[in-house]
């Protein structure tokens, strides 16, 4: 019982940054598990999926901020607390999508041209109709931001799961939005942690256009010729 008392302390504790800014440890572990998913993800393994699960609920409580601490001024972002949520639900259609894949892994693709066209709406259109909802709900300014990353990352998880070699370009659009939204609303472990993300995913599409390349223009090595050689042929200047 002290032991788990310990564990939920620990979880629960803060750590002070220069400036006074404090900093949530499952803020950080959470952000832990959410980069070894990424890694995962960019090496096409499926426990990449349940990885991130873990790392999405730790940081669902994070992001609910003042919803589940007793102080009033914590600052809570819904768009990033509810897209924990769709990840959690994203990540279980793609976690069973890998299990089922040909071969036992996913190979990367690009979305056809009307995915691709989808994509862009469902981005925009998410982002405008969200944000009165996200305000109207106390989320942190700027709202469209919080909108923003809420659509982004939900569209950036479903191409992962469905095997696009876009969803990394998806995650770049987030990140250059997210980053200065979690800034400026004090979470700095998970801002900083996309500040890596954005490099990282760069790799990422890197790794898996290279992937979708080596698959569909594979390097065939032929046998030797067992055949034997005429003497004509052999002597031939």
């Known amino acids: 019982m002290d032991a788990l008392q310990w564990l939920v302390d620990a979880f629960n504790s803060q750590w002070v940054l220069p400036g006074g800014q404090t900093l949530l440890v499952r803020e950080v572990v959470g952000n832990a598990f959410g980069l070894a998913s990424a890694i995962g993800g960019m090496r096409r393994k499926i426990w990449a999926w349940p990885v ?13 901020g003042s919803i589940l601490s007793p102080d ?8 990033q607390a509810g ?8 990540a279980i259609y793609g976690w069973v999508r890998w299990r089922n894949a040909e071969g036992g892994r996913i190979s990367p693709r690009w979305a056809p041209t009307s995915a691709r066209i989808g994509l862009v709406l469902v981005m925009v259109v998410g982002t405008v109709a969200l944000t009165p909802v996200f305000r109207a709900l106390g989320s942190w300014e700027p709202v ?4 923003w990353t809420f659509v982004g990352s939900l569209l950036a998880t479903y191409g992962m799961a469905k095997g696009w070699t ?24 998970t801002g900083l942690m996309y500040v890596f993300y954005g490099l990282f995913t760069a790799t990422g599409f890197v790794i898996w256009w290279r992937a979708q390349s080596r698959a569909k223009h594979p390097i ?18």
């Open 83 to 90: 897209r924990q949520i769709m990840f959690i639900a994203v």
């Open 166 to 189: 876009e969803f990394w370009l998806l995650w770049i659009a987030v990140d250059v939005v997210g980053v200065p939204l979690l800034f400026s609303s004090g979470f700095y472990a």
């Open 220 to 237: 065939v090595i032929l046998p030797p010729d067992p055949s034997p050689r005429r003497p004509e042929e052999s002597d031939a200047v």
């Open 144 to 147: 469209w931001a919080d909108a």
């Open 72 to 79: 009033p001024q914590v600052p809570h972002l819904l768009g």
């Open 52 to 64: 991130g699960i873990v790392g999405n609920l730790l940081l669902l409580t994070v992001f609910l």
